[in-house]
């Protein structure tokens, strides 16, 4: 398939109908639909988060829930040369094309992500944006609510996303950087939801989030994993927090 655009951008989406049109309505104020394609992919196999779209330029379809699945399923349906993959939550800065375009130029880099900034304005996300920074800028290695990109040949070229319940990104990245390729983090930051980690409680989710990392660079098996974190899940819904 040939390209026909600069740009695709991959929204891999479940049980987000309430959130997907103000997600869209994000996105389609820094990019053109002639420039960007735009691809939603439904982890339901009801479509309940596309039948709720309500613009029209936008792809959308169903495939195997899971992460690593829906976007390698956006990817093969994607006419961009550039991919971005971008989480129903988590919006781009404005000039994200431009910068997508002006990294992968570089012989040097190979794919890339943003920095990670949260909507809350509470003090604990700037501690938890610090430590994060620290850790991607020292491990080049970012997560997938950092808008990951790279080109869709060198995506193909590495077999794309693990199809495996959760850590498909820092898997993606760990190939990319076992073969001496580079990763660039640009210092221009995406903002993504805080709600989540609201909701269940901010220490909570570091704590869960660094474990489960550690774990999967360790060996243990993303299924393993997964039971896990189906566990700690529920357990997070009877924890709560004072206000930081």
């Known amino acids: 398939m040939f390209a026909v655009y600069p740009f695709s951008c991959i929204i891999p989406a479940l049980h987000e109908a309430e959130g997907i049109n103000a997600c869209l309505e994000r996105l389609f104020r820094h990019v053109t639909p002639d420039i960007c394609e735009v691809i939603v ?10 039948r709720q779209i309500t613009y029209p330029n936008v792809v959308t379809f169903c495939a195997l829930r899971g992460r690593g699945a829906q976007m390698n399923a956006g990817a093969r349906q994607a006419r961009g040369e550039r991919l971005i993959f971008l989480h129903a939550d988590t919006v781009l800065p404005a000039n994200a094309l431009v910068l ?24 604990a996300f700037r501690l938890i944006e610090l430590a994060a920074s620290w850790r991607y800028r020292f491990t080049r290695l970012p997560y997938g609510d950092q808008a ?7 995506f193909w070229k590495i077999g794309g996303f693990a199809e495996i319940p959760l850590m498909e990104d820092l898997d993606l990245m760990r190939r990319t950087k076992r073969r001496g390729d580079r990763i660039c983090i640009l210092p221009d930051a995406v903002t993504t939801s805080a709600r989540r980690w609201e909701q269940e409680g901010v220490l909570y989710c570091v704590l869960r989030s660094w474990i489960l990392a550690s774990l999967f ?28």
């Not at 992919?41 to 596309?50: L, W």
């Not at 997964?226 to 700690?232: E, N, Q, T």
């Open 100 to 123: 997508v375009q002006e990294t992968l130029a570089k012989p040097d880099f190979v794919a890339g992500a943003f920095t990670l900034r949260f909507d809350s304005p509470r003090m």
């Open 41 to 50: 992919v439904d982890g339901d196999a009801e479509g309940s988060t596309i």
């Open 148 to 154: 990951i990109f790279m080109t869709r040949a060198y």
């Open 217 to 244: 660079c360790a060996g243990v098996s993303p299924r393993t994993l997964s039971r896990y974190y189906r566990v700690w899940r529920v357990g997070a819904h009877h924890h709560t927090e004072e206000p930081v």
